[in-house]
């Protein structure tokens, strides 16, 4: 199953929903104001929408997520690759770190996962 496409500010409001789900709506309003600086329409409606396009449920009036901010991510990074690098990891990787000095660390975290792939 292909991850719904969310949109910057849908993302926001996930991040907040997954960070407090189940949640009731009407608490999902007051932290959207508080947090976003929305109205409880557009609560409402991002509500709506990401329920429309399968991203949550919303049922009793509970608000839960029905895919992970880790599919989110993956399914981010996966159409930013295509549409920008045309698919290639490798020139993602070296425009990543252009402009950016990476840690040994890291450098370790990319090697373990190019050695973790290699071996199946």
């Not at 929408?49 to 919303?58: A, Q, T, Y």
């Not at 009793?60 to 990074?77: D, G, H, K, P, Y």
């Not at 549409?83 to 402009?99: D, E, L």
Request: proline residues 2%; hydrophobic residues 35%.
């Amino acid at each position: 199953m292909e991850t719904p496409k969310i949109f910057e500010s849908e993302y926001r409001f996930c991040l907040i929903l997954w960070e407090h789900e189940p949640v009731n709506s009407t608490k999902l309003v007051e932290l959207c104001k508080a947090q976003l600086g929305w109205s409880k329409a557009t609560t409402y409606t991002v509500i709506r929408r990401l329920s429309e396009r399968g991203v949550l449920k919303n049922e009793n009036a509970i608000v839960t997520s029905l895919i992970s901010r880790e599919q989110a991510e993956e399914s981010q990074v996966e159409e930013l690759v295509e549409k920008t690098f045309q698919g290639s990891m490798p020139a993602f990787i070296a425009a990543f770190s252009r402009n950016r000095k990476l840690t040994q660390g890291e450098v370790d975290q990319l090697k373990a996962l190019i050695d973790g792939y290699e071996e199946g």
